[in-house]
């Protein structure tokens, strides 16, 4: 029986895995240089941490404003408009 298409993950093989396998494995080792292949069985291999690496927000640079006075059109939005005065609270 086949399984309909509606239910099938478009991007299943690219989400993030916690288990990887024997030759992700090996590979991981050999970077971190833990296993050879000449001293090393592919047998009981060590457990390997896998973690998903996560992007960071990309932070907008601040344009420099120029000191214009006030009321001109290069003066920025809250230096042309006076500050409210603060409430009383009873």
């Keep these: ?3 309909d ?14 288990v ?11 970077e971190e240089g833990r296993w050879t ?8 291999l060590p457990k390997v941490v896998h973690r998903k690496s996560a992007a960071g927000k990309k932070v907008k640079e601040k344009k420099e ?3 214009a006075a006030p009321g001109t059109p290069g003066a920025p939005a809250a230096a ?7 409430a009383k609270k009873s």
């Design 5 to 18: 298409r509606s239910l099938k993950s478009r991007n299943a093989l690219s989400r993030h895995r916690n």
């Design 20 to 30: 990887l396998n024997r030759a992700e494995r090996l590979i991981i080792l050999e």
């Design 65 to 67: 404003e120029t000191a």
């Design 1 to 3: 029986m086949s399984l």
């Design 37 to 44: 292949e000449e001293n090393n069985s592919i047998f009981g």
């Design 80 to 86: 042309a408009t006076p500050a409210a005065p603060a």
